[in-house]
């Protein structure tokens, strides 16, 4: 297929393994000329971000702070960012106004610019508790912004549950408690890395809220896709697994089309050789799968297009590998990164 947008993958080497060397960075595929270029080459990069009224601005997301392009990706520089070796796993454009940015940190922390990514300030610690003790630091994954109440904000932690600002980041409240009480049920224990079994219910991956449904949140676990309609005081299993046979929710998103359409990453675990894309077109009451395609990795991020629903694109471990759909799911194509690349954890397209 003919590309009609830029794609871009953020790759982070060999996260969790010491002991080995990979590659990392940005890597851009112009629509121009479909070829991959390595156009930020010196930091691991957790997430990639286009503006979404702005596709010449592009965020990147990487162990030393934000980084941004203001030439579709062409080259990349270092932000005025407060702090470095910090690294940054999110962000989030302000609704309302298209100049305010959010970021997510890890330690877990948060970061506002108002002049479109240019200069940041980082907000106030959000207080959250330590649940479960990780040999990384936890992170703030994915934020998602109330359609109607742009200062309210959810935020996905992993490994530490979900928080919820009203303020637009300046305070924070825990929303966990009830993702712990479910974690005592027993097909809903997990324990890998950590000293708790609530581990499997507190690792977030991804957040999301449907201007179609803007006070339900739903939040994407290692354990499924769970939602609320209280703001966090109370999360109900959505039980993906009636559709899907695997049920490790790595991201989610929302049609910027269509508020009733929503793609969530399911995969078996963060480290395993399959994995899908399930679409719902009801808000998340029902869910069939929506890729063509055989991944032999975690699917870790799934891109939409801001303007384009027929285009979306999907990034997995560990081989590099890229699919993308540029006419609503009927065929796809495999735009692999070049040989030895591995470890995408973000895709983005526009």
Same mark, same amino acid.
């Given at each position: 297929?003919?590309?009609?947008?830029?794609?871009?993958?953020?790759?982070?080497?060999?996260?969790?393994?010491?002991?080995?060397?990979?590659?990392?960075?940005?890597? /851009?595929?112009?629509?121009?000329?479909?070829?991959?270029?390595?156009?930020?080459?010196?930091?691991?990069?957790? /997430?990639?971000?286009?503006?979404?009224?702005?596709?010449?601005?592009?965020?990147?997301?990487?162990?030393?702070?934000?980084?941004?392009?203001?030439?579709?990706?062409?080259?990349?520089?270092?932000?005025?960012?407060?702090?470095?070796?910090?690294?940054?796993?999110?962000?989030?454009?302000?609704?309302?106004?298209?100049?305010?940015?959010?970021?997510?940190?890890?330690?877990?922390?948060?970061?506002?610019?108002?002049?479109?990514?240019?200069?940041?300030?980082?907000?106030?610690?959000?207080?959250?508790?330590?649940?479960?003790?990780?040999?990384?630091?936890?992170?703030?994954?994915?934020?998602?912004?109330?359609?109607?109440?742009?200062?309210?904000?959810?935020?996905?932690?992993?490994?530490?549950?979900?928080?919820?600002?009203?303020?637009?980041?300046?305070?924070?409240?825990?929303?966990?408690?009830?993702?712990?009480?479910?974690?005592?049920?027993?097909?809903?224990?997990?324990?890998?890395?950590?000293?708790?079994?609530?581990?499997?219910?507190?690792?977030?991956?991804?957040?999301?809220?449907?201007?179609?449904?803007?006070?339900?949140?739903?939040?994407?676990?290692?354990?499924?896709?769970?939602?609320?309609?209280?703001?966090?005081?109370?999360?109900?299993?959505?039980?993906?697994?009636?559709?899907?046979?695997?049920?490790?929710?790595?991201?989610?998103?929302?049609?910027?089309?269509?508020?009733?359409?929503?793609?969530?990453?399911?995969?078996?675990?963060?480290? *395993?050789?399959?994995?899908?894309?399930?679409?719902?077109?009801?808000?998340?009451?029902?869910?069939?799968?929506?890729?063509?395609?055989?991944?032999?990795?975690?699917?870790?991020?799934?891109?939409?297009?801001?303007?384009?629903?027929?285009?979306?694109?999907?990034?997995?471990?560990?081989?590099?590998?890229?699919?993308?759909?540029?006419?609503?799911?009927?065929?796809?194509?495999?735009?692999?990164?070049? *040989?030895?690349?591995?470890?995408?954890?973000?895709?983005?397209?526009?």
């Amino acid at each position: 297929m003919a590309s009609k947008s830029n794609v871009y993958a953020g790759v982070a080497g060999y996260v969790g393994r010491a002991d080995q060397q990979g590659t990392v960075g940005v890597f /851009t595929r112009p629509a121009e000329t479909g070829r991959w270029q390595h156009t930020l080459t010196d930091h691991e990069t957790y /997430t990639v971000s286009i503006h979404p009224t702005d596709p010449n601005v592009v965020f990147a997301g990487t162990a030393d702070g934000v980084y941004r392009s203001t030439d579709r990706g062409k080259t990349f520089q270092r932000t005025n960012f407060p702090d470095h070796s910090t690294q940054i796993w999110s962000f989030l454009v302000d609704a309302k106004n298209r100049k305010l940015i959010y970021a997510g940190g890890s330690p877990i922390s948060l970061y506002r610019s108002e002049d479109t990514g240019e200069t940041w300030r980082k907000l106030p610690d959000p207080g959250m508790p330590d649940r479960a003790v990780m040999p990384f630091a936890c992170r703030v994954m994915r934020m998602a912004q109330h359609p109607a109440k742009p200062g309210t904000i959810f935020a996905a932690l992993e490994v530490n549950g979900v928080m919820r600002t009203t303020d637009g980041g300046e305070s924070w409240s825990d929303c966990s408690s009830d993702l712990i009480r479910l974690g005592q049920q027993p097909h809903l224990k997990s324990k890998i890395v950590s000293n708790t079994y609530n581990e499997g219910m507190l690792d977030g991956h991804a957040i999301a809220i449907s201007p179609a449904d803007p006070d339900k949140v739903i939040v994407a676990v290692r354990m499924g896709l769970f939602e609320t309609g209280d703001g966090g005081e109370t999360w109900q299993d959505m039980e993906v697994g009636r559709f899907s046979p695997t049920t490790y929710g790595r991201d989610i998103k929302v049609s910027p089309q269509d508020g009733s359409t929503l793609y969530a990453a399911l995969s078996v675990a963060a480290s *395993s050789k399959d994995g899908a894309i399930y679409r719902s077109t009801d808000k998340g009451a029902t869910w069939k799968r929506f890729d063509k395609v055989q991944v032999h990795g975690t699917i870790m991020s799934v891109a939409v297009h801001h303007t384009d629903p027929d285009q979306l694109y999907i990034g997995a471990r560990y081989d590099g590998e890229i699919f993308g759909t540029e006419n609503g799911g009927a065929t796809w194509e495999s735009l692999p990164l070049p *040989s030895g690349v591995k470890d995408i954890y973000s895709v983005a397209v526009g």
